[in-house]
């Protein structure tokens, strides 16, 4: 009897496109004129125009890691998955009763259930190639292999740290970085929750151990996500989910979305467990330098509440994951598991690894912005895109996979690039260049803006960055 193969073909990835078009035209990601999100965490500007530019055909490099395609695939990955968790805004739901129905609803469901694998598959099948696990592995070879991936994170500085500290204003390169963490702190262990269900052994009620402390062992006080907060609020910062959403840069959604795609397909569940042991393990020393550089930047200014419970138990959660599930799946489940163990260490590094060097790039360009102004008439270029911006219009952020320069041709504007910076004042005929992979917006001050955005030529040359 022949079988209809129509049944079991996945639909063609090549239509990825166009259901993220779909799915990104929808209102709810369109935007609006305000740099921050409103407290309402079903909308988020997910700028179609730029995702309409993405060729979603080819999946990302690992070049890419910091680029424009990586920034909108994985704002939108962010959002499907965040779409399977449960948010509800703080102020009641009120008059967002529409909106919660629209982002869970069946249309939206529909177009992100059809294209999460093919998403995925677009932005992590890089990993494959950037993390080659082959041999027989035994229980002490991965024992060694992670005390060595973590001894050598503890020894290594934290790029986003030491970017921090030279930081011509440390205040807004401390705050540009909180605002990465906030992706995660404010959901913190969403995609852990994902790993808790079905019956695993001794291995499952380890992990729940440590997911119960993650949630302050239903003390709403303790949770995790609640002294995050504290800590955004300390600095004056706004605490919903997500008022940065525009800030969000690659790296840190690309780590973030990791955690979530091994925790949603439990076919890599022991990627998973490879990936947070090897987190909660380097968790613990990276706060305590974090709190190191947070008190001479802000001296008690800050609730650092946070960072102190972290670098103290992240540090039995370092050993509960190592002893009590990583080393313990493997021993139960023997040589054909390690290899998935060992892979799940090795991404969740070069994961971090992205987030930092990401985070760095943007806090030092965004520090040296007036090293970047462009002098003199810019060159004229063919291939110039003109963006006409009113007051009105919806503000979003986004990156180039190039080098571009941004003129500003008619009006006034101001460029955001950071969330705490003011904007830098961009006149008439003003031109700035917008580096490779970094996250920028355009404000237009005083009435509308025309501004020209082309690729970065030789005349580009001149612009000689100060070293920070
Ligand atoms: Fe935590
Ligand atoms: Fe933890």
């Not at 022949?2 to 639909?11: H, Q």
């Not at 050598?152 to 790029?159: I, K």
């Not at 050993?319 to 799946?329: G, N, P, Q």
């Amino acid at each position: 009897m022949a079988i209809d193969t129509d049944i079991v073909r996945p639909r063609p990835a090549d239509d990825l496109g166009g259901r993220v078009a779909a799915f990104t035209n929808d209102f709810l990601f369109t935007g609006a004129p305000h740099l921050l999100h409103p407290p309402n965490p079903y909308r988020r500007m997910l700028v179609p125009d730029a995702v309409a530019e993405v060729d979603f055909t080819r999946p990302l490099s690992a070049a890419e890691a910091s680029g424009h395609r990586a920034l909108v695939a994985h704002r939108l990955l962010g959002t499907f998955y965040e779409a399977d968790t449960v948010l509800l805004p703080e102020q009641g739901l009120g008059a967002l009763r529409g909106d919660f129905d629209r982002f869970y609803g069946d249309g939206l469901r529909r177009l992100r259930e059809a294209s999460l694998s093919d998403l995925e598959h677009f932005a992590f099948a890089l990993l494959d190639d950037e993390v080659d696990v082959t041999g027989a592995w035994r229980v002490e070879d991965l024992a060694a292999y992670f005390e060595h991936a973590a001894a050598e994170a503890e020894a290594g500085e934290a790029e986003s740290l030491t970017a921090i500290a030279a930081a011509r204003r440390p205040e807004v390169a401390a705050d540009t970085y909180l605002v990465q963490l906030a992706l995660d702190g404010l959901t913190e262990a969403s995609a852990m929750s994902k790993n808790l269900g079905g019956a695993f052994g001794p291995e499952q009620s380890a992990l729940f151990k440590v997911f119960i402390d993650e949630f302050g062992y239903g003390v709403h006080d303790a949770k995790h996500t609640t002294i995050f907060r504290k800590m955004l609020h300390s600095r004056g910062l706004q605490t919903h989910v997500h008022a940065y959403w525009n800030f969000y840069l690659a790296g840190p959604l690309a780590t973030n979305n990791y955690y979530y795609f091994v925790s949603r397909d439990h076919a890599n569940f022991f990627r998973y467990i490879g990936a947070v042991t090897y987190a909660e393990r380097v968790f613990a020393p990276s706060f305590v330098n974090m709190i190191k550089t947070y008190r001479g930047v802000f001296g008690d200014d800050v609730d650092l509440h946070y960072c102190e419970e972290h670098a103290h138990i992240d540090a039995h959660h370092g050993r509960i994951t190592r002893d009590e599930i990583l080393l313990a799946l493997a021993e139960r489940h023997g040589a054909g598991v390690i290899p998935e163990l060992v892979r799940g260490i090795a991404e969740a590094r070069l994961l971090g690894d992205w987030f930092e060097r990401d985070t760095a790039a943007q806090i030092r360009w965004s520090d040296d912005l007036d090293a970047y102004r462009m002098d003199g008439p810019p060159a004229p270029a063919h291939d110039a895109r003109r963006v006409r911006v009113t007051a009105a219009s919806p503000f979003g952020t986004r990156s180039h996979d190039q080098a571009v320069v941004v003129t500003v041709e008619d009006g006034t504007a101001a460029l955001v690039t950071a969330p705490t910076a003011t904007p830098a004042p961009l006149a008439r005929g003003e031109a700035v260049l917008v580096p490779a992979g970094r996250l920028y917006g355009i404000r237009p001050t005083g009435g509308d803006c025309t501004y020209t955005v082309r690729a970065a030529g030789s005349d580009t040359t001149a612009v000689t960055p100060s070293a920070s």
